[in-house]
Each structure stands twice: as C-alpha cells, then as structure tokens.
C-alpha cells in the first residue's frame, strides 16, 4: 500500500512534501517524466528529494495507531485521494481527447477548403 499510495500523491496534485524519491538509478528520472506540471512546479518550490518512506518508521507506526484510535481509516482516506486521482486524470484525458479533435477537425477544414 505504500507504494500505491506514494505514486498516487505524486500523481494528483502538488502534494510534494510527501513524495518520496526512491534510491535505484532511474527512478527518480521516471517519477518526475510522469508528474503533472503542477506537481514539478510545487517540488521545485519547496520539495526535497528524500526516502520519506524509510524514515522514522516508530514515528509511523505511531501516527497509524493515533489515526486509528480517532477512527480515521487510512483505507477511506486513500480510497478518496484514488478517486480524485482518477477523475483528474479523466479530466486531463477528456481535454486531450477535446484537443485532439479540434485539431483533426481544423486540419479536415483546410482540406476541404483547399480542394
């Protein structure tokens, strides 16, 4: 799950300061090939490439038992972050798709218009 969820917080929005960059050469260039523009630019601003996920595990363990015993579900909250995930990145491909056939539609129009 922490996995799933590093790359779901890279990829919805500018929630850096939780991205973490993995170590294996390679990685780091593919996590950022694949970030939305808003998410380069806020990590520029004020991200720093760390193992976020590697540090204070005790720490961790904690705030997980602290959200439990307030009945936070980390199941509900990152459900949630997935569900805007996927409707941003919708969003994103409906407008791509838009701007596609536009375009395709421009060209057909100087065609038409040439013969």
């Known amino acids: 799950m922490a996995g799933r969820l590093r790359l779901l917080i890279q990829g919805v929005g500018t929630r850096t300061d939780t991205l973490s960059v993995p170590k294996q050469p390679g990685c780091y260039a593919a996590a950022l090939m694949s970030s939305p523009p808003a998410t380069l630019d806020a990590f520029r601003d004020h991200g720093e490439p760390r193992h976020g996920l590697t540090e204070s595990l005790s720490a961790a363990v904690l705030t997980m038992q602290g959200l439990d015993a307030v ?45």
């Not at 995930?85 to 491909?93: E, S, T, V």
């Open 71 to 115: 009945d936070i579900s980390m199941t509900e909250v990152t459900d949630h972050l997935l569900d805007e995930g996927i409707a941003l990145f919708a969003d994103a491909y409906r407008s791509l798709l838009g701007a596609i056939e536009r375009r395709c539609a421009e060209a057909r129009g100087r065609r038409s218009g040439v013969a």
